[in-house]
């Protein structure tokens, strides 16, 4: 089966610093699968490169079997970038309405409708970006990445300024999208709830794949053993590198 995406020695420089150093992983659809790494890792630069707005300089990637940036891909893909791109002086949902129209999406206000209330936005609909706290801009950027029902989802952070109760109801969420066949690929460095959601970890470092696999999995790569948790796996597999 086509993987929902795929990376085959992927490279890309930025000058002369070099993001992503020959990569290699696929993500399965009905999954969900966490990237880990250090600040600097090449996360972002992978999530950036499926959605089509880097070029990558050698390799491929592809995601549900389309180079980024056709519209298959477009259509199959939904990037939420860590730092989510709303606009001053637009209201939460001309913001959605906005995605629906660039997806060109029919009859979608009832998913909005019940999108917000998932995220407990209803009652903030017609509030302006900077009326929004952290989190609540998080809210409505998923939101925004879950409205057009893209079949892989690659979510930058998700849980970065989230209280305990978002941060339930989007694991809850993502479960359910992985459930009903989705591909949710998570960038995190919040390890509590990596481990909590990840069916497949794949773990970068300076741009390269160093481990990857279920989490029981991983405890043997890292030479370790018994019930060990995503931290001390991570920390075990990355402690070289410091
Ligand atoms: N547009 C750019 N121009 C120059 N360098 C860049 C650019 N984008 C990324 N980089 C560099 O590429 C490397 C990988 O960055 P990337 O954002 O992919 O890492 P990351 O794993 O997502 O990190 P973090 O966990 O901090 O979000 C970093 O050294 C970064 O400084």
């Known amino acids: ?53 880097v070029r990558l300089d050698a390799g491929a990637t592809l995601v549900g079997g389309h180079a980024p940036g056709t519209t298959r891909a477009q259509q199959t893909v939904s990037y939420m ?74 979510l930058d952070e998700p849980f970065n300024g989230l209280d305990p109760h978002s941060a339930m109801r989007l694991r809850a969420t993502l479960g359910d999208l992985a459930a009903g066949g989705a591909a949710v690929v998570v960038a995190t460095h919040i390890l509590h709830d990596a481990q909590r959601i990840a069916d497949h970890v794949i773990v970068l470092e300076r741009g390269r794949v160093i481990a990857g696999g279920d989490l029981s999995s991983l405890v043997r790569q890292a030479g370790l053993a018994g019930r060990t948790g995503l931290e001390d796996v991570y920390l075990a597999l990355t402690a070289e590198s410091r």
């Open 81 to 154: 970038p860590e730092q989510p791109d709303l606009y001053p002086g637009v209201s939460v949902w001309e913001h959605i309405t906005f995605v629906a129209l660039a997806y060109r999406l029919r009859a979608w206000e009832p998913r909005a409708r019940e999108l917000l209330e998932r995220f407990e936005l209803t009652d903030r609909r017609d509030a302006l970006p900077h009326e929004l706290s952290q989190g609540l801009r998080r809210r409505l950027a998923l939101v925004m990445a879950l409205l057009h029902g893209a079949r892989v989802l690659l």
């Open 1 to 53: 089966m086509t993987p929902a995406w795929e990376c085959e020695a992927a490279v890309k420089r930025f000058a002369e610093r070099t993001a992503v150093d020959g990569a290699t992983f696929r993500c399965e659809y009905g999954q969900i699968t966490v990237l880990l790494g250090h600040n600097g890792a090449g996360k972002s630069t992978l999530f950036r490169a499926a959605a089509g707005l």
